[in-house]
T-cell receptor
């Protein structure tokens, strides 16, 4: 398997622009997680889905952030409008099922820079 | 709420020397505990995990960790470090029946030859 695939790997945009990050989980995995990694706050869970349904979005920082999972093989994280403080590395991870007994496999991340 | 403290931001060890990375957690019950490794430009990879049973757990790449309930610790060890072990290491905790991981701030390991 190719593992979790994220695109783009790097994104540079200007403040106020819309940014869309993409994730393809491992085939057959039913849970998907979006994380954000910054120097100041470390690695934080933003939202996770189970069977394409958002289960917990309490980590989404504000309404400018939204995430969707239209099918089992694709998810997006959108920031609109983007701000410089959104600059971070965004990771997508997937696991076979819900529950921490199931290993989360991480993608390589998308490094977002908002100017 | 769960929390994780990794007191060492950076650690430098010589190749072939032993390694111990510290992790302390805060959680009211027995948690699930994890160690992940992140190489530059890569995602996180699971090294090992503790759920229950034997408090000394073995992981990949020759790593092990010991759960000590009395000290709320889950320190990662390796008897002989290789240059390829240079990376950032994250300890994480989760609730036994939960779905969310809380990560520590990470420890950057440098290996000198």
């Amino acid at each position: 398997d190719a593992g979790v695939i994220q695109s783009p790997r790097h994104e540079v945009t200007e403040m106020g622009q819309e940014v869309t990050l993409r994730c393809k989980p491992i085939s057959g995995h039913n849970s998907l997680f979006w994380y954000r990694q910054t120097m100041m706050r470390g690695l934080e869970l933003l939202i996770y889905f189970n069977n394409n349904v958002p289960i917990d979005d309490s980590g989404m920082p504000e309404d400018r952030f939204s995430a969707k999972m239209p099918n089992a093989s694709f998810s997006t994280l959108k920031i609109q409008p983007s701000e410089p403080r959104d600059s971070a590395v965004y990771f997508c991870a997937s696991s076979l099922r819900q529950g921490l007994g199931n290993e989360q496999f991480f993608g390589p991340g998308t490094r977002l820079t908002v100017l | 709420a769960q929390s994780v403290t990794q007191p060492d931001i950076h650690i430098t060890v010589s190749e072939g020397a032993s390694l111990e990375l510290r992790c302390n957690y805060s959680y009211g019950a027995t948690p699930y505990l994890f160690w992940y490794v992140q190489s530059p430009g890569q995602g996180l990879q699971l090294l090992l995990k503790y759920f229950s049973g034997d408090t000394l757990v073995q992981g990949i790449k020759g790593f092990e960790a010991e759960f000590k309930r009395s000290q709320s610790s889950f320190n990662l060890r390796k008897p002989s470090v290789h240059w390829s072990d240079a990376a950032e290491y994250f300890c994480a905790v989760g609730a036994r029946y939960g779905n969310k991981l809380v990560f520590g701030a990470g420890t950057i390991l440098r290996v000198k030859s």
